[in-house]
């Protein structure tokens, strides 16, 4: 997909979007579970 | 049941003391209340509590319900403080899933360095059920390893690390008729390790041997209407009732037979080996009456297989699939069901062996 491009620009991008991924999904889900353990729900998440 | 309070300090140390088996506080890993027991178990304790052994359980009960193999598994975690367990579990969990992902995805056709490091790193970054498997300490990643060694090694390797999958979890049962389909010496595998494996844990603990199958009755005896669980049945429970449940809880194991079946036919098939091991691997997710955001992890083996041959529009599909798990907090349930179905129909598709005469690369025509 991304192989018409130079090798630096898709390194870039990829590296990027995986920053993004563990901010958004893993800073995320954290973040839920840490704010409903100030309010007492324990840390892990309602989900769970 | 009692609220048994939360242990801090050495797994082991707590294990010693008398009283029931312990559970998970709400603040702690699920791999924590494993452990506990483990220890415990390993000094002559009881595995289940002891209501397990009387009345149906919680699916959501947060204490010991696995086989009881796992429990002798995680003895090595139980010398280590509590939080060091779960921290240790962790480490190794994503350790398991970078080496998975990135085996696979060699295995598929992709060349090593930067850019597979970085795929690699988005994948598991992106993939919720990754982070939550980890995170939480789940079984996934241990069985993401006997997934990945089924799929990339030969018959026999995958056969005992089957053997591993089925006294981890009991729905990884679903993958031997593909494995007993493909080869025999696979089959002949399996079934001597799980033996070993019975064996040994019979001659060290009988009883708990003899408890575990009313275990399984008493679990799959419990109700599954919770919000999060998003097995197809439960989240059409929740939106339209118990009938229309029941008769998408039938659909769904009769979907989980057939892809079972097809798994068998296509092991047999050349170039067939992966979408048999994926089928079987998707229908071992449909068969439990409850799924939990974190069993999808044991797909991640197939994403990374399927993603250097595949087309652009394959790739979109698998991402598009992966983003509903990860709004989970939007409406788990139905957002988790639909990431699911599409992921399996996108890599079904993805991993089905191509048919037709075999490609000959002969510009000059010098062959013919």
Same mark, same amino acid.
């Given at each position: 997909?991304?192989?018409?491009?130079?090798?630096?620009?898709?390194?870039?991008?990829?590296?990027?979007?995986?920053? #993004? /991924? @563990?901010?958004?999904?893993? $800073?995320?889900? *954290?973040?839920? #579970? /840490? @704010?409903?353990?100030?309010? $007492?729900?324990? *840390?892990?998440?309602?989900?769970? | 049941?009692?609220?048994?309070?939360?242990?801090?300090?050495?797994?082991?140390?707590?294990?010693?003391?008398?009283?029931?088996?312990?559970?998970?506080?709400?603040?702690?890993?699920?791999?924590?209340?494993?452990?506990?027991?483990?220890?415990?178990?390993?000094?002559?304790?009881?595995?289940?509590?002891?209501?397990?052994?009387?009345?149906?359980?919680?699916?959501?009960?947060?204490?010991?319900?696995?086989?009881?193999?796992?429990?002798?598994?995680?003895?090595?975690?139980?010398?280590?403080?509590?939080?060091?367990?779960?921290?240790?579990?962790?480490?190794?969990?994503?350790?398991?899933?970078?080496?998975?992902?990135?085996?696979?995805?060699?295995?598929?056709?992709?060349?090593?360095?930067?850019?597979?490091?970085?795929?690699?790193?988005?994948?598991?970054?992106?993939?919720?059920?990754?982070?939550?498997?980890?995170?939480?300490?789940?079984?996934?990643?241990?069985?993401?390893?006997?997934?990945?060694?089924?799929?990339?090694?030969?018959?026999?390797?995958?056969?005992?690390?089957?053997?591993?999958?089925?006294?981890?979890?009991?729905?990884?049962?679903?993958?031997?008729?593909?494995?007993?389909?493909?080869?025999?010496?696979?089959?002949?595998?399996?079934?001597?390790?799980?033996?070993?494996?019975?064996?040994?844990?019979?001659?060290?603990?009988?009883?708990?041997?003899?408890?575990?199958?009313?275990?399984?009755?008493?679990?799959?005896?419990?109700?599954?209407?919770?919000?999060?669980?998003?097995?197809?049945?439960?989240?059409?429970?929740?939106?339209?009732?118990?009938?229309?449940?029941?008769?998408?809880?039938?659909?769904?194991?009769?979907?989980?037979?057939?892809?079972?079946?097809?798994?068998?036919?296509?092991?047999?098939?050349?170039?067939?080996?992966?979408?048999?091991?994926?089928?079987?691997?998707?229908?071992?997710?449909?068969?439990?009456?409850?799924?939990?955001?974190?069993?999808?992890?044991?797909?991640?083996?197939?994403?990374?297989?399927?993603?250097?041959?595949?087309?652009?529009?394959?790739?979109?599909?698998?991402?598009?699939?992966?983003?509903?798990?990860?709004?989970?907090?939007?409406?788990?349930?139905?957002?988790?069901?639909?990431?699911?179905?599409?992921?399996?129909?996108?890599?079904?598709?993805?991993?089905?062996?191509?048919?037709?005469?075999?490609?000959?690369?002969?510009?000059?025509?010098?062959?013919?």
């Amino acid at each position: 997909m991304f192989a018409r491009y130079p090798p630096a620009f898709r390194r870039l991008i990829l590296g990027i979007a995986a920053l #993004a /991924a @563990i901010w958004f999904v893993w $800073g995320r889900f *954290l973040l839920v #579970a /840490a @704010i409903n353990h100030q309010v $007492g729900g324990g *840390l892990r998440p309602v989900l769970a | 049941m009692a609220e048994i309070p939360e242990h801090e300090g050495r797994v082991s140390d707590w294990a010693s003391e008398d009283g029931p088996p312990p559970r998970t506080s709400r603040s702690g890993s699920n791999i924590r209340p494993q452990a506990l027991t483990a220890a415990r178990f390993a000094r002559g304790g009881s595995l289940y509590l002891e209501t397990f052994l009387r009345d149906p359980i919680p699916a959501q009960a947060a204490a010991y319900l696995y086989p009881p193999a796992f429990a002798q598994l995680l003895a090595p975690l139980t010398g280590l403080p509590a939080r060091v367990a779960c921290a240790a579990f962790a480490v190794l969990s994503l350790a398991i899933f970078v080496v998975t992902t990135w085996k696979c995805a060699q295995a598929g056709g992709a060349r090593g360095g930067v850019d597979l490091a970085l795929g690699t790193a988005l994948l598991l970054a992106a993939a919720f059920p990754v982070a939550f498997a980890v995170i939480f300490g789940n079984v996934e990643a241990l069985l993401v390893a006997a997934i990945t060694v089924a799929l990339v090694a030969r018959p026999s390797r995958g056969g005992l690390a089957l053997a591993l999958a089925v006294v981890l979890k009991v729905a990884p049962f679903a993958l031997v008729p593909a494995l007993a389909s493909r080869s025999r010496l696979g089959l002949l595998a399996f079934c001597l390790a799980l033996l070993a494996v019975v064996v040994v844990g019979i001659v060290l603990a009988p009883e708990t041997w003899v408890a575990f199958p009313s275990i399984l009755a008493h679990l799959a005896a419990s109700g599954s209407d919770y919000a999060q669980n998003f097995a197809p049945a439960a989240v059409v429970a929740t939106l339209a009732g118990p009938t229309a449940g029941s008769i998408v809880r039938i659909i769904t194991l009769a979907v989980a037979g057939a892809l079972v079946l097809l798994s068998a036919l296509l092991a047999r098939r050349p170039g067939g080996w992966p979408a048999a091991l994926f089928a079987a691997t998707f229908a071992s997710l449909l068969v439990p009456a409850t799924l939990w955001l974190h069993y999808p992890a044991i797909l991640l083996p197939f994403i990374a297989f399927a993603w250097p041959r595949a087309s652009t529009r394959t790739r979109l599909g698998i991402v598009y699939s992966l983003l509903f798990f990860d709004f989970w907090d939007m409406a788990a349930g139905v957002i988790g069901a639909v990431g699911l179905v599409l992921l399996g129909a996108v890599l079904l598709r993805s991993l089905w062996p191509v048919t037709g005469p075999p490609i000959v690369n002969d510009p000059t025509g010098t062959l013919q």
